[in-house]
């Protein structure tokens, strides 16, 4: 770890390591969730605009990292939230309810497996009754991985644990909001930049972040018609808990992006707000490479 801020190039996060899946409250330091950087290095209070005024979202792993700095955003745009999380991440989705409530916004919490197909149709009809039948944006952002170095040690248990955690829940999720969502509604898929890549260690998430890819495509050219978008993220590495609780020493060493650091949850989550807003009117089916600088090929 250096003595830079998060938002300055060189700036290294610490090795350190928990159980999966991590406790955003156990990190030792901090991943930012409001602010945002200046061209100085430094970070301010993110400016909201009014953007989601009167939204209602489902948010899929909203307790921590990405999902947490969705939720708090969304609120500062004027969106309520339901957040789905899975049980033992109790402690981290009260916190968020917490920062979300902060800014004025209703934040609505259901504990969940949601690679059970019942338990996402629960998380639908929970967000119907709670919003007035009213669903605007689909986030879904649940995911696992663990690193495996070779394909002869990655289990299968792990690659159907993986496919079962990170794109089924997308396609049962979509499925029961769309006879909810009307013109102007938004879906966003958290795919990684690991699709384009190839991250030799996470063999069976690239695979599933490949499937989302492809996944955004196909459910966008089914519904752009109706006016309703569907976009992905393809983040880069991010300072969430998913890196301490997933990644060995060295690769945490390592953990940065071209543009000198990892990026902090809030810039991703900025990205979010942009999909799910009408700023982003002339996008359906696309991808926004939020990866610190790494040139793929879309």
């Known amino acids: 770890m250096t003595d830079k801020g998060q938002f300055e190039s060189g700036y290294k996060v610490p090795v350190s390591h928990q159980d999966f899946p ?9 991943p930012l969730f409001d602010e945002v950087p ?33 939720a708090i955003l969304f609120a500062m745009e004027g969106a309520d939230t339901l957040i789905a999380y899975l049980p033992e991440e109790e402690e ?42 009213q669903i605007d944006i689909l986030f879904n952002n ?12 990655l289990s299968e248990e792990q690659w159907i644990k993986t496919f079962d955690t990170n794109i089924h829940p997308y396609f049962y999720l979509s499925k029961y909001c769309l006879p909810h969502m009307k013109r102007g509604s938004t879906i966003i898929n958290n795919a990684s930049i690991n699709a384009y890549v190839g991250k030799p260690q996470l063999l069976d998430y690239t695979a599933t972040k490949g499937a989302i890819i492809s996944f955004t495509r196909g459910l966008s050219n089914q519904q752009v ?12 590495p991010v300072w969430t808990p998913l890196i301490p609780s997933t990644m060995t020493e060295e690769m945490q060493s390592q953990f940065a992006a071209p543009m000198g ?4 949850p809030s810039e991703i ?22 990866n610190g600088g790494t040139v793929v090929n879309g």
């Open 22 to 30: 991590g406790k955003e409250g156990k990190m030792p330091v901090e």
């Open 38 to 70: 200046t061209p100085d290095g430094k970070s301010e209070k993110y400016k909201a605009a009014g953007k989601l005024k009167g939204k209602k979202a489902i948010i899929t792993g909203g307790d921590s990292g990405i999902g947490r700095a969705s």
């Open 92 to 133: 981290d989705a009260q916190e968020t309810k917490k920062r979300v409530e902060k800014y004025g916004q209703q934040c609505h919490l259901i504990s969940t497996d949601l690679r059970d197909r019942e338990n996402c149709k629960k998380v639908v009809d929970k967000a119907v009754s709670l919003f007035n039948g």
């Open 142 to 153: 649940a995911a696992f991985q663990m690193t495996v170095e070779d394909i002869k040690d």
């Open 225 to 236: 018609s109706k006016g309703i978008r569907v976009n992905a993220l393809a983040p880069g």
């Open 261 to 264: 650091r990892p990026a902090q």
């Open 269 to 290: 989550a900025t990205c979010a707000v942009f999909l799910a807003s009408s700023d982003s009117s002339a996008l359906s089916g696309q991808t926004i490479h939020c």
